[in-house]
């Protein structure tokens, strides 16, 4: 059961070059998401997707963009990379989006490390 | 923004040690979840705590959330070097009615 499955898993960019994060999830989750994690930051959600169709701004959207492909597949694009978007990247799903995000279980992929010099 | 204040940030014990660590707001929370996450992978669900006071033990981890829902802890009882790893909590709901993250509890458990 493959969960959550990020590519690339390390990156390393020049400032200026672009890219796209992929992300899929085989467990019919309506729900994903996409987090950053810096050091002394803790998990920061860049955007997210409640379902199919639909994708909403999280915390920290500026220099991203996503597109929603399938049920499965949630991608991450940097159209022109900047340093302080060096970062640990975390794709994430669940089941469902509720207004109190309570039942909010959420799975994570393994990660993508990118480094933007 | 919901703030979620972990402490202590950095914790080294010996094997066979007990520990706890915090996870604190001054906001109300209508559930609170526990993960972990060790080197090179994801943050991995351990718990979710929902009704003030509740508590909930996964073995030799013990989850308790606060009475008014604005804070939790974590006991570890006996802990084992598997037991290594960045412990996160997340309330909900914080910014944009999703998640918030706390920047987490690293443990170190030496053999």
């Known amino acids: 059961n493959a969960g959550v499955t990020q590519t690339p898993k390390f990156q390393v960019l020049k400032t200026g070059q672009s890219m796209t994060l992929q992300c899929a999830q085989d467990?019919?989750?309506?729900?994903m998401y996409w987090y950053r994690q810096d050091p002394g930051m803790g998990l920061r959600l860049i955007y997210y997707s409640a379902s199919e169709g639909t994708t909403d701004k999280g915390e920290v959207p500026n220099g991203y963009n996503v597109s929603r492909l399938n049920k499965r597949e949630f991608s991450l694009r940097l159209e022109s990379a900047a340093p302080s978007q060096t970062s640990v990247y975390f794709c994430?799903?669940?089941?469902?989006?509720?207004?109190?995000?309570?039942?909010?279980?959420?799975?994570f992929g393994s990660g993508t490390q990118l480094s933007v010099l | 923004t919901q703030l979620l204040e972990q402490s202590p940030q950095f914790l080294s014990i010996q094997e066979g040690e007990n520990l706890t660590v915090y996870c604190n707001s001054s906001?109300?929370?209508?559930?609170l979840q526990w993960y972990r996450q060790e080197p090179g992978e994801g943050p991995v669900l351990l718990v979710t705590?929902?009704?003030?006071?509740e508590v909930k033990k996964l073995k030799r981890l013990t989850f308790q959330f606060g009475d008014a829902r604005k804070d939790s802890s974590l006991h570890i009882t006996a802990a084992q070097p598997g037991d290594t790893g960045l412990y996160l909590c997340?309330?909900?709901?914080?910014?944009?009615?999703?998640?918030?993250f706390g920047k987490g509890n690293q443990v170190v458990v030496i053999p």
């Open positions: 994430a799903s669940s089941e469902v989006v509720t207004v109190t995000a309570t039942n909010e279980k959420l799975f």
């Open positions: 997340a309330g909900g709901p914080g910014g944009n009615n999703r998640l918030a």
């Open positions: 906001s109300v929370f209508s559930s």
């Open positions: 467990m019919n989750h309506n729900s």
């Open positions: 705590v929902v009704t003030g006071g």
